[in-house]
RNA sequence: GCGCCCGUAGCUCAGUUGGAUAGAGCAACGGAUUUCUAAUCCGUAGGUCGCAGGUUCGAGUCCUGCCGGGCGUGCCA
């Protein structure tokens, strides 16, 4: 089933075409600004008018009378300056519902791409050592939100954890873990002899018997980081050396920092599961995955000149990039001291997603701070002739999460708020208020809906802001009934569920009313304004993943839900009569659909059928 | 200094290659519950779209300048 939009767009571009007797036409069809002017406008005939020097009412009704759209709307209106008004003819509004209602793959009638691509999605990228913490939470789950829609769509969306467990802080991480090592091997005997006697198997032996979690290793990893801003020269040489033998390969750096690689992925699929987010182990390819490529990478930049020495370091000065002096700002691959950086690792990533993945297009979900690099690294990958003028890089930037205070949002002591906690006390919110709505529910049931709504109120959140913008994180806003909120959406969802639980005690059948279904009523406003709601879930979805923001689809699922609820308060269901009963069963259905499908499916958030 | 992003109702924010009278939510005020979950709905009020120019049939949207804020700007990511 095509998209409404789509068809009326083709459709009187071509009536245009034919009225100006040229190609590059576009109608231009959008919502209506105001329902007394239908339900969608075209908006392109008064550009084409001043292109083509004419009269744009004239040129309209021009148009008008080429087009041929009677199958879905009523006879165009030409008013203003030029617009042409549509509005949907009622047997076309039944007739989509009625396909929907039909569709047997329960795509509530929305089409695949018929030219799907090979999209890399590279997003959340976690730290080794780390802990997940709110300034992963926007590129995870903006980024999940991306590839759930796409590969709705049918496009090959191919997930990328470039998590960063490669470069300078490694040294650090190897040292971390040895720490702990050590403080387990000091009381105990077997270990202190195997130190002296056997280092190789002492590494075995007390990594074995390790038992770490995330926050234990950060927090060594803290102290390491700060012993060495204090500055013993003694200890930095030491952290070098083991950075300098894990770039080498040694075992013994190598199985340090494998386990602590190990603690981290392990802890974040954790958070990927409770965020309900897709990526799995088989996602990640770190920084560490492109260690061989780099030198390659710099090299072949040298050969052909795209890169020179500067300062002692390997720079690339792609066209149109200034410093503060207005000289050529230099894009780093290799610095001084010969170590290479972040910049060398993107642009062995680029490779490998294009040369072994196949990829048509590569998506970035990452923080606006980070827009100059990228815009760097896109120039320097197209300079090397490693990306085609066929290939799209697109970097899907976002705002920062800030506090109260307006600052980025950081705990009492000034350290990034944990992901972790952020989510255990969303859900801790809930809870109460589920307590406090509803106290007779089983327990095990609070809990499950005081997950769903805390976490979904907290990604939710995330996707209903414009992504460019920064956004102030507030518990109180994002677990609020009223407003666009996860809570909001998930209590109509609910709502039409308990009339579903309803009609078995009044002997409805739903399904057997709604399975032989032709014909439908829609004489309430209420009803009407519903149904033709329903109809465009599909362009909401594309509007959200053609500019990759999530808050077009929460701003269609809000107001869809605020339409249900009109309609709920004004027309009953189950106690309506038998002409109209199947039509609002059908309403009730395709707006639960609709929301599970887009809550659940595209933007990973529980629904519950209880509140 | 230069570059990028932003400035829309008291607050938080939408606003789709420039389209008709700029929209929501919160807060405020008024109303609706013998009725499928009131965690709801309906209504009222609230605006010089930072300021000043420009482009044009038409500007919150594009251009220029200014004011204010955030971020970035050669060896972190």
């Not at 197209?382 to 066929?390: F, L, N, P, Q, S």
């Not at 439908?520 to 519903?530: K, N, P, V």
């Not at 109809?535 to 929460?554: C, F, H, K, Q, W």
């Amino acid at each position: 089933m095509k998209r409404t939009i789509d068809t009326l767009e083709k459709r009187i571009s071509d009536a245009m075409a034919a009225a100006a007797g040229r190609s590059d036409c576009a109608a231009i069809v959008r919502l209506s600004t105001d329902p007394k002017f239908g339900d969608y406008q075209a908006n392109g005939v008064m550009a084409l008018a001043k292109k083509i020097k004419t009269n744009p009412r004239k040129l309209a009704e021009q148009v008008v009378s080429n087009l041929d759209i009677a199958d879905i709307c009523e006879p165009p209106e030409i008013a203003g300056p030029g617009f042409i008004n549509l509005r949907l003819k009622s047997d076309f509004i039944t007739g989509r519902l009625l396909q929907i209602n039909a569709d047997v793959e329960n795509r509530l009638g929305i089409e695949k791409e018929a030219q799907p691509r090979t999209i890399v999605v590279d997003f959340s990228c976690p730290n080794i050592a780390k802990q997940m913490h709110v300034g992963h939470l926007r590129s995870t789950v903006i980024g999940d939100c991306i590839c759930r829609m796409l590969e709705f769509l049918g496009h090959n969306v191919i997930r990328q954890n470039h998590i960063g467990d490669w470069g300078l802080q490694m040294g650090m991480v190897v040292q971390a873990i040895e720490t702990a090592c050590f403080n387990l091997t000091s009381n105990d005997k077997y270990l202190l002899s195997l130190l002296s006697e056997n280092p190789q198997k002492w590494e075995n032996e007390s990594l074995k018997r390790i038992d770490l979690n995330l926050e234990q290793l950060e927090s060594l990893y803290i102290k390491t980081n700060k012993a060495l801003e204090i500055g013993h020269p003694d200890f930095e040489e030491r952290i070098r050396r083991l950075l300098v033998g894990l770039q080498h390969g040694e075992t013994g750096c190598l199985i340090f920092w494998s386990k602590a690689r190990d603690i981290t992925l392990k802890e974040c699929q954790r958070m990927y599961n409770l965020l309900n987010v897709t990526l799995t182990g088989k996602d990640i390819r770190g920084e560490s995955f492109y260690k061989d490529d780099l030198h390659e990478v710099v090299d072949k930049l040298l050969k052909s000149k795209i890169a020179e020495k500067s300062e002692g370091a390997v720079c690339v000065f792609p066209d149109g990039f200034k410093n503060k002096e207005g000289q050529r700002l230099p894009f780093i691959v290799q610095k001084s001291d010969s170590a290479y950086l972040y910049a060398t690792t993107d642009l062995a990533a680029i490779r490998y997603r294009i040369n072994e993945l196949k990829a048509d297009k590569i998506v970035y979900v990452t923080d606006a701070r980070q827009k100059l690099h990228f815009e760097m690294l896109f120039a320097t990958a197209r300079m090397a002739k490693w990306v085609g003028d066929d290939i799209e890089l697109s970097h899907v930037m976002f705002g920062s999460v800030l506090g109260d205070d307006g600052a980025p949002l950081k705990t009492r002591s000034g350290e990034n708020v944990k992901l972790k906690e952020l989510l255990d006390e969303a859900v801790e919110r809930a809870k109460a208020v589920v307590e406090e709505k509803n106290p007779n529910l089983p327990a095990d049931k609070k809990q499950k809906i005081a997950e769903a709504v805390g976490i979904g109120a907290v990604k939710y959140a995330d996707y209903s802001n414009n992504r460019t913008s920064d956004y102030v994180f507030s518990f109180d806003k994002m677990l609020a009934m009223d407003g666009n909120t996860a809570p909001y959406m998930q209590y109509a969802y609910a709502r039409i569920k308990s009339i579903e639980r309803k009609a078995q005690t009044k002997d409805v059948d739903i399904a057997t009313e709604l399975a032989g279904l032709e014909r439908l009523d829609l004489t309430e406003l209420a009803e009407l304004e519903l149904a033709k709601y329903l109809i465009r879930y599909g362009e909401a979805i594309d509007a959200a993943v053609s500019d990759y923001r999530p808050n077009y689809l929460t701003a269609y699922l809000y107001e869809l839900a605020q339409k249900f609820s009109a309609f709920y308060t004004n027309c009953p269901v189950l106690d309506a009569g038998p002409d109209k009963r199947p039509t609002r069963l059908l309403l009730c259905d395709l707006t639960a659909r609709t929301i599970k499908h887009g809550l659940s499916e595209l933007l990973g958030i529980e629904v519950v059928e209880q509140m």
